[in-house]
């Protein structure tokens, strides 16, 4: 096979958060030869930071249809329903897997477990472990990875898919991938025979001011973008109400959720006082009160003109240290807070990706053999709005369905998406899904992916005072976050893509100060800042493109919902490097009907 081939198997999952090791065990347990290659070790992913919980109808008087209905309205009617309805309705028994699996969720008094109400929920649905659900989420899933003995490649950094070079993508396959082993700088490929998965997670770092861990780089949908695969409603970010303003780090929805106020300088409980939402106060969905903290900034009644302030000293010690024992420590650990005697400051920061790659239900995308699943993919369940809890859900449904497709099983029709691309259909005979055997199309392809980016670090490592990466990111972050914020105006949008041209340019000429080939980190940067430059245009072209307001995308120029014209995907291909622009149809009707699109009031 050649010595450019570290590993084969059946399926390589890239990525080893909630939604990579789902979707290996699934694999695996569907009989194929699984394995995860990742960056990080399994349990530094980004997942174990999430916080709020899990969303699953489990009580008596709970249902999934009204989870679903809730998570359509969320979405500001752009979601797809077939995928809201996989979520809603799968959701549940993966929940109970996972206490079998030895996940902690609180309980209620009466032994059941806990639910807490959630921002934009008509009721409470989100299981939790205390504030740090994913934390223990992450460990439950990678001892479970343990015990199947499933193979983990840690530290390697995945640069490149080996996709076939017919002209329509849809026409071609994904054989395996091209990666870095950080520890020795080695080059090499992992053939997979019947399928490549990603998760690799958002692409939080084109922000200065994230909740998203420093490796959150878009890696995985900048390989995809660039082999073919459209992305699907990059415009859609979402900004969490609830950040802490030195660093970004998270505040869980679940202070609000547990009975949090949010004030500004004039004490006000301005989601009231000021008819932000007038029933659901601070349980609004997440881009209404982010909206609505920058607007009483904005206006001159936020704290220091900075932010505002989170209380949950009312809610008494006892009941803090019981739920959100962990948020206390992050308050004074990063703004010198005691929350039990003083409200928290917090602002708007970036958190999530609602759009991603473009796939179906079972995590297919438009090229036979590479799936996606988890916050890189978009099936669309989120739309322009994700829910809180809503999140580590879609990890771990997507990432099962993933797995399992990917293994050969057949999980039935998926929704066929309409419109220039499609996502793959099911396919037959998995044994041949990515050409089968030693074949020499699988082999060249991998061979011809192998040289390409073996030159291409060859080139970055040897270059000799070029421009310096960091200095790249450094004013691409910094457009991003000023001018593609919460609020937005065309003229803003058209400052970022003009840094993001410029940033383009000088990245041709980037070089690696580090000649080193053991633990590069400089070398891995200056990879990842090409992805941010790719999603960070993504987004911006995107935003530019829609004329109007929907979930987390507000447009100032054009404040209004507009349903006749925009009730629809942003699609952007490639295209050899000239982004090519398109529109897909939303999908609304699902097994309980069709869901209307209705204004959106909490």
């Known amino acids: 096979m050649g010595e450019h081939i570290k590993a084969t198997h059946d399926v390589v999952v890239v990525g080893a958060g909630g939604a990579g090791i789902r979707a290996a065990i699934a694999a695996h347990e569907e009989g194929a030869d699984a394995a995860i290659v990742t960056k990080l070790h399994p349990v530094r992913s980004h997942t174990g930071s999430a916080e709020g919980g899990i969303n699953a109808a489990l009580h008596e008087g709970g249902t999934w249809e009204s989870h679903a209905s809730d998570t359509m309205k ?123 998965i990603l998760a690799t997670g958002g692409p939080g770092q084109a922000y200065d001011h994230t909740t998203n861990a420093v490796s959150c780089t878009g890696d995985g949908q900048a390989m995809a973008y660039r082999a073919g695969v459209p992305l699907e409603d990059m415009e859609f970010v979402q900004f969490h109400p609830t950040t802490l303003p030195s660093t970004g780090v998270l505040i869980s929805e679940g202070v609000r959720g547990e009975g949090g106020i949010l004030y500004n300088v004039e004490g006000e409980r301005f989601m009231f006082e000021h008819g932000y939402a007038n029933n659901d106060g601070e349980l609004a969905s997440r881009d209404v009160v982010s909206r609505a903290e920058l607007t009483e900034v904005n206006e001159g009644r936020g704290i220091e003109d900075e932010y505002v302030h989170l209380d949950m000293r ?144 060859e080139r970055l490592l040897d270059g000799d005072g070029g421009e310096r990466h960091e200095t790249v990111r450094r004013e691409l972050q910094t457009a991003v976050s000023d001018h593609l914020n919460v609020f937005r105006t065309d003229a803003e949008i058209a400052a970022v893509l003009d840094v993001l041209a410029d940033c383009r340019d000088r990245y041709r000429d980037v070089s690696v100060s580090d000649p080193s080939r053991t633990f590069n980190t400089d070398l891995v940067c200056t990879l990842e800042t090409r992805n941010l430059i790719d999603v960070a245009e993504a987004i911006a072209l995107g935003a530019r493109a829609r004329t109007e307001s929907r979930g987390a995308h507000w447009r100032v120029d054009y404040p209004e919902r507009d349903d006749e014209n925009w009730l629809k995907h942003t699609m952007l291909s490639w295209n050899d490097g000239e982004p090519d622009q398109w529109y897909r149809p939303v999908i609304l009707e699902g097994r309980v009907g069709t869901y209307h699109p209705k204004v959106r009031q909490y």
């Open 74 to 196: 969320g979405a500001d009617y752009l979601g797809d329903a077939p995928g809201v309805e996989a979520l809603c309705r799968e959701i549940p028994r993966e929940v109970i897997q996972l206490e079998h699996w030895g996940l902690a969720f609180a309980r209620a008094n009466d032994g059941t477990v806990a639910m807490r109400p959630l921002a934009g929920h008509s009721a409470p649905r989100t299981t939790y472990a205390g504030a740090e659900t994913g934390h223990q989420l992450l460990h439950a899933l990678y001892q479970q990875l343990l015990k199947r003995g499933i193979q983990v490649y840690d530290e390697w950094y995945v640069t490149r898919l080996a996709v076939s070079g017919e002209e329509r993508p849809e026409d071609r396959t994904c054989h395996g991938i091209v990666a870095i082993d950080i520890q020795t700088g080695e080059v090499a490929c992992f053939r997979a025979r019947r399928g490549v």
């Open 314 to 457: 009312h809610l008494g010690e006892k009941r803090i240290i019981d739920r959100l024992e962990n948020i206390l420590h992050l308050a004074e650990d990063f703004e010198g807070v005691d929350a039990l005697e003083d409200p928290m400051p917090v602002v708007p920061g970036q958190h999530f990706a609602m759009g991603g790659i473009e796939t179906n239900e079972n995590g297919e995308t438009c090229i036979s053999g590479l799936y996606a699943a988890g916050e890189c993919a978009c099936v669309s369940v989120h739309g322009a709005n994700r829910l809180g809890g809503n999140a580590l859900p879609e990890l771990i449904v997507f990432g099962k369905r993933a797995g399992q497709h990917a293994a050969g099983t057949d999980l039935g029709e998926a929704n066929i998406r309409t419109g220039r691309t499609t996502a793959a259909t099911t396919r037959g005979d998995t044994s041949t899904a990515t050409g089968g055997g030693d074949t020499d199309v699988a082999v060249k392809t991998i061979r011809r992916a192998w040289e390409s980016e073996r030159t291409r670090v």
